[in-house]
């Protein structure tokens, strides 16, 4: 068995905030609250949910942007944290991060040559101004930002939505990472476009061995992403993983009662089934706050199939089979008298 390039252990990443304006009184934001998976070098996890369930505070804790306030992050099986300075920045070298936003992380004032060449040099990857330039002219060529002659003095307010996206593409592979965290890299730009970019994202992932964790809301995106390149999804909900399985058998099979609502919500496109469709009903529409979640299964208040037992305790994330893995007492209490 290969190793892990990536263990994430029990993770929790709390924030403290103010409870009011003119308040003292501060409360605690569970955003990632014990979130556990692993991944081998090449492998694809698709991290699914709706906004708020701290999906992209776990992109930034893997990619070393926020501190963890409990719990482990391992690379090559050594903790991130307990590494000495030279191996932190080697970390954070190798893992790469795709920001949703094209507009807001980019420097307006810098051309793409200097947001290319700027890592290059910083890193020592090329030995001058020139080395620079061709690299910066072969990265573009790389993301197909083609003729690069013609992008590599233009500024990002002279760039298309997606012309920005792939340019934070080949500014994340400049350093030549072995992970990417991509946090809703679609999200921003047209639908014409999107499936452009994330052929791009599959296709380096497989050309330079990349390790990639892809951060959406869109089933529809995760689906294609994650089948296509033989991943994972990991479905969140309030800082926590509730399922996990290879793609397909996630989206045809669901398990947990959260993983098939966001499926059922998908849009049909055939008119005819969507009227025939069958509507998941919640028990409330109310999303609980993550300062204060429920007690027990954090999705107790919503779940169509609650039992008693649901709001008393929190359901453990089981592993079913081999590749698959579920937090609901509809199978945990299942397994544990099967064992």
């Not at 191996?87 to 949703?100: G, T």
């Not at 469709?277 to 109310?286: A, G, H, M, N, Y």
Request: hydrophobic share 35%; charged share 25%; with cysteine.
């Amino acid at each position: 068995m290969a190793e892990p390039i990536l263990e994430v252990l029990d993770l929790k990443v709390y924030f403290s905030v103010k409870k009011g304006i003119f308040s003292s009184t501060k409360s605690l934001v569970r955003a990632v609250d014990g979130v556990t998976f692993s991944m081998k070098e090449g492998d694809i996890l698709t991290i699914v949910g709706e906004s708020g369930c701290g999906k992209t505070t776990l992109g930034k804790a893997v990619a070393g942007l926020v501190k963890p306030s409990s719990g482990k992050i391992l690379f090559y099986g050594k903790d991130i944290y307990s590494m000495d300075k030279k191996e932190y920045m080697n970390y954070r070298r190798n893992v790469q991060m795709i920001h949703q936003d094209p507009y807001a992380s980019l420097n307006p004032v810098k051309t793409v040559y200097k947001i290319l060449s700027t890592p290059l040099l910083r890193w020592g990857i090329v030995s001058g101004e020139e080395e620079a330039r061709r690299r910066a002219l072969d990265l573009l060529e790389i993301v197909g930002l083609t003729p690069p002659d013609y992008f590599i003095n233009k500024y990002p307010h002279q760039l298309s939505g997606g012309q920005r996206q792939r340019l934070i593409v080949a500014r994340a592979i400049s350093v030549e990472p072995k992970i990417i965290v991509a946090d809703e890299p679609i999200t921003m730009i047209d639908v014409s476009l999107r499936l452009g970019i994330l052929d791009l994202l599959l296709d380096l992932r497989k050309k330079m061995g990349l390790t990639v964790i892809f951060i959406t809301h869109d089933f529809g995106a995760a689906r294609y992403f994650s089948a296509k390149g033989g991943g994972d999804i990991a479905v969140m909900y309030l800082g926590k993983i509730v399922e996990k399985g290879p793609a397909e058998s996630v989206i045809q099979e669901p398990l947990h009662p959260y993983t098939k609502t966001l499926i059922a919500a998908v849009p049909e496109p055939d008119p005819k089934y969507s009227r025939t469709k069958e509507r998941i009903r919640l028990r409330s529409l109310d999303i609980p706050s993550p300062i204060n979640p429920p007690p027990g299964c954090r999705f107790h208040t919503r779940c169509p199939l609650y039992m008693e037992v649901c709001s008393e305790r929190e359901p453990p994330l089981v592993q079913l089979t081999n590749d698959r893995e579920v937090s609901c007492f509809l199978y945990t209490e299942f397994s544990e008298k099967k064992a």
